[in-house]
Nanobody, 115 residues
């Protein structure tokens, strides 16, 4: 079965850290660039970070540069998003995405930033 499954979302205080994971299955993970998106209530889904299939290049939204790090482990078919110094505005549902033969999305994982 072709799927992406995110995990790691949680409630965290401002300034805290979380690491999200996205486990891929059913396709040749190592051959595809991967992306993380997020969507906050009432807002459009936005691109947060991308990583090439080998992991040698990454890109970030300006809002998360210097705080978030995308990485991948092709042996584990998993992509990660390390989020540090979290802010209120980072609260959202975070989605993993791959442009496979079709657009493939995970179910999302909720990140809540609150005191």
């Amino acid at each position: 079965q072709v799927q992406l499954v995110e995990s790691g979302g949680d409630l965290v205080q401002p300034g805290g850290s979380l690491r999200l994971s996205c486990a891929a299955s059913g396709f040749s993970f190592r051959n595809y660039a991967m992306r993380w998106y997020r969507q906050a209530p009432g807002k459009e889904r936005e691109l947060v970070a991308t990583i090439t299939c080998t992991g040698d290049k990454t890109n970030y939204a300006d809002s998360v540069k210097g705080r978030f790090t995308i990485s991948r482990d092709n042996a584990k078919n998993t992509v990660y998003l390390q989020m540090n110094n979290l802010k209120d505005e980072d609260a959202a549902v975070y989605y993993c995405y791959v442009r496979w033969v079709t657009d493939l999305w995970g179910q999302g994982t909720q990140v809540t930033v609150s005191t």
